[in-house]
């Protein structure tokens, strides 16, 4: 398995409050994501980056921030959690760009978050 | 807007049963195709597509491209009850210089004995 681990697993939090998941990497792939996946819609593309501080932002990225400051480490922030934010939340990582990644794109396992 | 569109969203069969899952797309500046099986947890990689009319197999399960028409088909035979889980199709496109994943909602097979 990819060596991805996403931290914390599950958690519950309280509307307004801030929110750092954590998304840590062993295989040193450049490029970086973090999807949500909600019921009828599926998995969009929050924030994605393509090395060190260098991130862009995706489909859904209003109410979140990214900082990757080591090749290892893609952080995703929350800086005001929201009840629509309660969502399953997937780091993935790939050596080398999409069009090229397909079967080399792996995701990590998921954190559950819940807003109350 | 870009569109990927997996059908049925969800499907129950018998063991034994062969099953045709679909997904269709309205996207510009195509590149691949992928499919994805989800169990519990992480999507796991099945099949990438990227020409027209070759299938890819694996197993009971394979999978095939039409661009022309702009879908794909992915057939599993002689299902098992292994293989209930949720199947994502997605489609890589590029976009002001990047690429980019989009998925489908997922069709939700289940397998019972």
């Known amino acids: 398995d990819a060596g991805i681990t996403q931290s914390p697993r599950h958690k519950v939090t309280e509307t307004g409050t801030p929110v750092t998941l954590r998304c840590h990497q062993t295989?040193?792939?450049?490029?970086m994501y973090w999807y949500r996946q909600d019921p009828g819609h599926g998995l969009r593309l929050i924030h994605y980056?393509?090395?060190?501080?260098?991130?862009d932002k995706g489909e859904v990225s209003d109410g979140y921030s990214v900082s990757r400051s080591k090749t290892e480490d893609f952080l995703l922030t929350l800086e005001s959690a929201t009840s629509s934010q309660t969502s399953v939340y997937f780091c993935?990582?790939?050596?080398?760009?999409?069009?090229?990644?397909?079967?080399?794109?792996?995701f990590g396992s998921g954190t559950q978050l819940s807003v109350l | 807007e870009d569109k990927v569109v997996q059908s049925p969203l969800s499907l129950v069969v018998h063991e034994g049963d062969t099953v045709t899952l679909n997904c269709s797309y309205e996207?510009?500046?195509?590149?691949?195709l992928l499919w994805y099986k989800q169990e519990k947890k992480a999507p796991t990689f099945l099949f990438m597509l990227?020409?027209?009319?070759i299938e890819k197999k694996s197993g009971r399960l394979s999978s095939i491209l039409d661009k022309k028409e702009l879908f794909s088909i992915l057939n599993i035979t002689a299902t098992q009850t292994g293989d209930s889980a949720v199947y994502l199709c997605?489609?890589?496109?590029?976009?002001?210089?990047?690429?980019?994943?989009?998925f489908g909602k997922g069709t939700k097979l289940t397998v019972n004995p």
């Open positions: 993935a990582i790939s050596a080398i760009s999409l069009g090229f990644a397909g079967e080399k794109l792996f």
């Open positions: 295989e040193n792939h450049r490029y």
């Open positions: 980056s393509y090395g060190v501080k260098d991130t």
């Open positions: 996207v510009t500046n195509f590149r691949s």
């Open positions: 990227t020409s027209s009319g």
């Open positions: 997605a489609v890589i496109l590029t976009q002001g210089g990047s690429e980019k994943l989009v």
